[in-house]
């Protein structure tokens, strides 16, 4: 009798090697503990943390969300413990876990601020890879890191110079061509891409004439976006060759399955864990099913196998 082989859904990302492809979003799953009586955590293929800047920061004033069709908006404005408060509180919970710990950071206001965060993880064992939060879109700036070309270009060498971790740029989707920002961040050392952050947008409360949220806009998640998501990782995985982290409206194993075939190399999940905080582990399972069912070995027989 043939024994018939178990598939491979274990997957690498620069140095990281990563159990399963399932990630949880930065922003969408707090600093893990929040979910631990919810869903098996030790399961997941890695773990990104809410964004951490160098202070502690209180974040945009309330409301901070509000539900959309098929979708929310958020506004939440990076509130954080900052870097010292969470490596004293939130990093021991997280290296019990076993489980990859990717930190998502930012600046608040310079570009150096991202240099400092760099260099204190570095040094933390714990953690496994950096994220580069160049996109969000709810600090009221001008104009985001990640809508300029020459700009992320510019902060990731400065950040790949201080760093030995793996480390992954996350997108804006509001942007002209997020393949050339991907570009960038490629021949500047990123070893992974993370796309899409949220899109830019506003709800209206009729009776009031007022925004829904207290800082008037914020950035859409949920299944309303993932064909503009699917459609930015395919344009994405046809100009570079580092791996792809998608994201995007990702709710349960068919619309993970999109972002493989379209060339995603893992996959992160945000706003489903909202409504069901076990949805990742569900994730992982029904890939396993997917690929046992099709005779498909390894994930990488599915990346980027989209039929045009």
């Not at 021991?92 to 991202?114: H, Q, R, T, Y």
């Not at 950040?159 to 021949?187: H, Q």
């Not at 992974?192 to 914020?218: C, E, H, Q």
Request: overall charge positive.
């Amino acid at each position: 009798m043939v024994k018939r082989c178990q598939p491979d859904s274990s997957v690498k990302i620069g140095r990281l090697h990563l159990n399963n492809p399932v990630m949880v979003a930065s922003g969408t799953f707090g600093y893990a503990e929040e979910f631990k009586n919810f869903t098996d955590l030790e399961k997941l293929g890695a773990i990104v943390t809410k964004t951490i800047t160098v202070k502690p920061r209180a974040g945009n004033p309330a409301p901070r969300t509000c539900e959309t069709p098929a979708g929310m908006l958020n506004s939440i404005g990076l509130e954080n413990p900052g870097i010292a408060n969470f490596i004293k509180d939130k990093i021991n919970f997280l290296k019990k876990l076993g489980v990859p710990i990717i930190v998502s950071i930012a600046s608040e206001n310079s570009p150096d601020e991202f240099l400092e965060l760099a260099e204190i993880l570095d040094d933390l064992k714990e953690v496994s890879a950096i994220e580069l939060n160049i996109s969000c879109p709810n600090l009221h700036k001008d104009k985001l890191i990640s809508q300029d070309a020459q700009s992320t270009f510019g902060l990731v060498k400065e950040v790949r110079r201080l760093t030995r971790k793996c480390l992954i740029t996350k997108l804006s989707p509001n942007v002209t061509s997020i393949s050339e920002i991907a570009k960038a961040s490629e021949e500047a050392g990123s070893d992974a891409v993370s796309l899409i952050n949220t899109l830019g947008g506003m709800s209206i409360d009729v009776n009031k004439r007022a925004p829904k949220l207290g800082s008037w806009v914020g950035g859409l998640s949920g299944p309303a976006i993932r064909p503009i998501a699917v459609r930015m990782v395919w344009e994405v995985y046809n100009k570079i060759k580092i791996p792809i982290i998608g994201m995007g409206g990702i709710m349960d194993t068919q619309s993970a399955l999109e972002f493989f075939i379209a060339g995603s190399t893992a996959i992160s999940v945000g706003t489903a864990n909202f409504i069901n905080p076990g949805i990742s582990s569900e994730i992982i399972e029904g890939l396993k099913k997917y690929m046992a069912d099709n005779k498909i070995r390894s994930l990488r027989e599915i990346t980027g196998i989209l039929k045009i």
